[in-house]
């Protein structure tokens, strides 16, 4: 049927991937922290209790240092 023959496509890490292999990505502990912001919050929008609602008000207590030194002039 003929010559069929491939093309290799280079693999590339994405930047974030590469960082963290060297041991340079300082975004870890915020990134983690708005992964539980956001699982905090869906918490309380499924269950509306005030264990949830208090959980995620620390969530966002946890993240706004991050926050305010983001935009931090």
């Given at each position: 049927?003929?010559?069929?023959?491939?093309?290799v496509v280079?693999?590339?890490?994405?930047?974030?991937?590469?960082?963290?292999?060297?041991?340079?990505?300082?975004d870890?502990?915020p990134?983690?922290?708005?992964?539980?912001?956001?699982?905090a919050?869906?918490?309380?929008?499924?269950?509306?209790?005030?264990?949830?609602?208090?959980?995620?008000?620390?969530?966002?207590a946890?993240?706004?240092?991050?926050v305010?030194r983001?935009w931090?002039?």
């Open positions: 049927m003929g010559n069929r023959s491939g093309v280079p693999f590339r890490r994405p930047v974030t991937e590469a960082l963290r292999v060297l041991g340079r990505c300082e870890d502990a990134n983690a922290a708005w992964d539980d912001l956001l699982h919050a869906l918490r309380a929008w499924t269950w509306r209790d005030p264990e949830a609602l208090s959980a995620l008000a620390d969530a966002i946890f993240v706004r240092p991050h305010d983001d931090s002039v």
